[in-house]
Nanobody
């Protein structure tokens, strides 16, 4: 089985920073695109940022210039550096990965989510 484990969420004051991490483990043959999504109370899950195997990135307009997505392919890990956090960034953040798992199955996998709360 393949799983994604997230860490790094928590409570932070407005203007502060957090760094989320997500590591994929299991019978992984190849990791493709990875990304972060968020879901605020009463709202649908939405894209935050994605990164391809070639390090091409895409961001939601609301986080451009504040958040940075990166990955370490040797560690099967994707990161989300979150700066200048705002109360409206409060949400559960989910990691997502598209990958090839043994024996040559394409999978899209989600993490369990990590809560980010921005409040004074």
């Amino acid at each position: 089985q393949v799983q994604l484990v997230e860490s790094g969420g928590g409570l932070v004051q407005p203007g502060g920073s957090l760094r989320l991490s997500c590591t994929a483990s299991g019978s992984i043959l190849s990791l493709d695109a990875m990304g972060w999504y968020c879901q605020a109370p009463g709202k649908q899950r939405q894209l935050v940022a994605t990164i391809t195997i070639g390090d091409s990135t895409n961001y939601a307009d609301s986080v451009k210039g504040r958040f940075t997505i990166s990955r370490d392919n040797a560690k099967n890990t994707v990161y989300l550096q979150m700066n200048s956090l705002k109360p409206e960034d409060t949400a559960v953040y989910y990691c997502n990965a598209e990958l090839i798992a043994s024996p040559w199955r394409y999978l899209e996998v989600w993490g369990q989510g990590t809560l980010v709360t921005v409040s004074s």
